[in-house]
């Protein structure tokens, strides 16, 4: 029967008694009866090796340091074993010291006596966790790894798999229901001699035997709670990953990430074991699971190395020639450039730096290597994710000249630069690209005709433009004038009209900007598509609360003076954006080209144009045939007026427009400095609807003798709005002109808004802005516009 699990325990999770009353009870809690246990040596036992090597090597006295580790270990079994356990691990203790004192004496010791001298660490602990798990009554066996890994001697150890796998089988099936505690760091050659699986080696050893045991997990307990998304040692807000795919860890594990090693993960491909990375410490929190076959991207993780060495050489053969011969051995570049003249660029490790260099010089005739330079003056940022490419925008913004152009492969962004710039890069990277997303809460007042239409954009868009902002931007608040639906963790853009129909509540503006206060978000935008009165009036009140504002409502931008100032006022005090292309032109860039040519240094002498696409349209239709009553009335019918067509015949639209462009250029005026020419004589102004269209055809005679006045001149009639500044003096009027048949405000599509520019660098040929200005589809995109435009500025550093 498949065993289901292996844990693997490295020194600092066995550093004391403590320490391994706490193992123990993470395998009798969180394991099975048959789970294989692979242990380190306890604490710094093998760095106490190698220090009594070195100093039997320099001729020093090492028996006092020798007494010391011995001790150590000692201790280690009084406080954890009852009498008869302990009697027997002293005993066995004692005949190591034997034996070590044996190989220490010895003038000269071969590779695999030194080897047994290192070793003796994962054999005492693998004994030490064996008898306390006994004694916990529970069944355990120490094996020594040297017994079921055989591997042919080289550089590091190469494993032979297949008579490995034989002798791991055979162990499980000889000890079913016993948990096996294996020594980590070492194996053995055909002939039975101790190797050394080198740095890391437990680690490798815990997959290693995992993958031959056909084992579904390994975990690794360590001091830390898994794979965090930068170094939480560096970066404070470092965020703890779930999960992230095999292919990525190598990556990161190959970038120097202090958590994993490259060499750890390679067992795993190929297989069905996923790896856990855990924390001794604190077995009860989350912990990042690696997974072999994931597909889906996690989130991106940001590492850093404060030293590199960078080979430069000149290369005559292909570079895919030489990286090919260093990943025979092992050593991969963390990141390489090619330039110019065969020059390449190549960056290790500080610990390859050695080893590159032979080989380069080794293989240097075979691949036309010259003129080889190291540097070790730079560090390196990377950003490791299957979404790399999503990411390289960001991370390049932030290089300095100083920086290495970004290396890319399908799973990182790599950078060199001066290690003086290493942490602040790396942390401008993480919270660029890694941090916290920014959530961009939205709330949309108005659910009519056009608010359908923004929805329906929205939820086309948003994917794609939280990707290219790399931020959250959700629809949080629906709102009628009656009725409103707030939800914290956003509206299902699919759903949102069931769900408006059947949980909106009555709302008044206490109880909403309550609930906006308690919002999970880190901005809120509020999209006006009302033509509400009483809205504009809270506009205060949403500033002073942080909320910024996209308006298609005109009445706040062409509101009294002192409060549009005030409005104005409030933005500069704070980090706030309030946009209302909308309210004029709808989808038409006019705000843009005013803003734009006044950025440019132009000075705009005048704007005119026809605003309004009702009166273009009658304008445009009306031929003297047909009354002027009777096209209003057909209008009507195709819902191209309002319901009281005086609100589109009186011009007081267009004033209402004109005076958010005279303000958008500069003139501090009030609508009544602004003449209107209402089309609405005076009799007929304060009438009823029904009296009003009774009475209509009053507006026949007056515009049929204009018309024919005007075509003996070969002019034609239009409702225009105009602005003009002469001598530093501002004129503004909206009413009926005579204009040429070929002028820009004649032969328009009907329906169509015109705005005509003139400035000092548009004088004889003005610039004019033409096309739809108005209808759901094109507001809403001019709302959209809007909202993209203050996600960007606020996402901005």
């Known amino acids: 029967m498949t065993r289901s699990h292996l844990h693997k325990f490295g020194g600092s999770s066995l550093a004391d008694a403590d320490c391994y009353r706490r193992v123990a ?124 890994l055989v591997a042919d001697e080289g550089l590091v150890p190469n494993i032979r798999l297949a008579q490995s796998r034989e002798k791991v089988q055979a162990l499980l099936e000889a000890h079913p229901n016993e948990r096996l505690v294996i020594t980590g760091f070492i194996c053995a050659n055909q002939q039975g001699d101790t190797l050394l699986l080198g740095r890391n080696g437990s680690d490798y050893s815990a997959t290693l035997i995992a993958s031959l045991a056909d084992i579904e997990r390994v975990t690794i307990w360590t001091d830390v709670e898994g794979v965090f998304n930068a170094d939480p040692n560096k970066i404070n807000d470092a965020k703890l990953l779930n999960s992230m795919s095999l292919a990525e860890a190598d990556r990161l594990a190959h970038l120097g990430s202090p958590v994993l090693h490259s060499r750890t993960l390679q ?99 075979a691949l036309n290597v010259s003129d080889i330079h190291v540097s070790d003056e730079l560090g390196l940022v990377a950003l490791v994710s299957a979404d790399a490419e999503h990411y390289r925008r960001s991370f ?20 060199l630069v001066p290690k003086s710039q290493v942490s602040l890069l790396t942390q401008k990277v993480h919270r660029r690209c890694a941090g916290p997303r920014m959530r961009i809460g939205v709330l949309l007042l108005g659910v009519g005709n056009i608010g359908e239409a923004w929805i329906d954009l929205f939820q086309r868009s948003s994917t794609a433009l939280n990707r290219e902002l790399e931020a959250t931007v959700q629809l949080v608040g629906l709102l009628s004038s009656k009725e409103a639906l707030i939800c914290p963790d956003g509206i299902d853009l699919t759903q949102w009209q069931d769900k408006f129909d059947t949980t909106a509540k009555p709302w008044d503006y206490t109880s909403l900007f309550d609930q906006l206060e308690h919002l999970d978000c880190d901005e809120l935008v509020v999209l006006d598509i009302s033509a509400s009165a009483s809205l504009t009036l809270q506009y205060p009140e949403l500033f002073a609360r942080g909320i910024h504002v996209v308006s298609a409502n005109k009445l706040a931008g062409s509101g009294p003076l002192p409060f549009y100032r005030e409005l104005k006022q409030q933005l500069s005090n704070r980090r706030l954006f309030w946009r209302y292309n909308a309210s004029c032109g709808a989808g038409l860039p006019i705000q843009h080209a005013l ?38 009335i057909e209008a009507r019918g195709l819902g191209i007026t309002e319901p009281d067509p005086r609100d589109d015949l009186s011009g007081r639209d267009m004033q209402r427009k004109l005076l958010i462009l005279a303000r958008e250029i500069g003139f501090e005026i009030e609508l009544e400095d602004i003449v209107l020419n209402s089309l609405v004589p005076a009799a007929l102004a304060d009438l009823s609807l029904d009296d009003f269209l009774a009475r209509i055809t009053e507006l026949d005679q007056s515009m049929l003798q204009q018309f024919t006045t005007a075509a003996e001149q070969n002019k034609v009639l239009r409702y225009v709005a105009s602005l003009d500044k002469v001598d530093g003096k501002m004129h503004a009027e909206v009413g009926i002109q005579w204009v040429d048949a070929n002028h820009p405000y004649a032969n328009l599509t009907p329906g169509d808004n015109v705005f005509v520019i003139r400035s000092a660098f548009y004088q004889g040929n003005p610039l004019i802005i033409r096309g739809p200005g108005a209808g759901r589809e094109v507001t809403a995109a001019a709302v959209q516009s809007d909202l993209v435009q203050i996600c960007k500025d606020l996402l901005q550093e």
């Open 396 to 415: 390049a913004r932030l290089l300095s000249r100083d920086a290495k152009p970004l290396y890319q492969d399908d799973l990182s962004l790599v950078t």
């Open 595 to 632: 803003n734009d040519l006044r950025n440019s240094g132009d000075s705009i002498e005048a704007v005119g144009g026809i605003f309004s696409g009702t009166l273009c349209w009658l304008f445009e239709h009306y031929d003297g045939q047909k009354s002027f009553s009777e096209l209003v």
């Open 25 to 148: 009870h993470i395998l009798l809690t969180h394991g099975n009866c048959d789970d294989l246990v692979v242990v380190s040596a306890a604490g710094k036992s093998t760095n106490f090796l190698y220090k009594l090597l070195s100093l039997r090597e320099t001729g020093e006295l090492w028996q006092e340091e020798l007494q010391v580790l011995i001790s150590y270990q000692q201790n280690l079994i009084e406080q954890l074993l009852s009498n008869e356990q302990a009697r027997d691990l002293r005993e066995r203790l004692s005949t190591d010291k034997a034996q070590l004192i044996s190989l220490l004496s010895l003038e000269q010791r071969n590779e695999f006596e030194l080897n047994q001298v290192l070793s003796f660490g994962e054999r005492w602990s693998a004994r030490l966790m064996a008898a306390l798990l006994r004694e916990s009554g529970v069944a355990a066996i120490n094996v020594d790894a040297c017994s079921i």
């Open 267 to 365: 067992p795993l491909f190929d297989t069905n074991v996923s790896l856990a990375v855990r924390s001794s410490y604190a077995s009860h929190t989350d912990f990042t699971l690696i997974a072999p076959q994931s597909s889906s991207a996690s989130a991106p993780v940001v590492t850093s190395l404060n030293e590199v060495v960078l080979f430069k050489i000149k290369l005559q053969s292909p570079t895919e020639n030489l990286i090919e011969l260093l990943a025979q051995q092992g050593i991969l570049p963390l990141a390489h450039w090619t330039s110019a003249h065969h020059k390449v660029e190549l960056a290790f490790t500080v610990e390859n730096q050695k080893q590159v260099h032979t080989l380069l010089e080794l293989h240097a005739q």
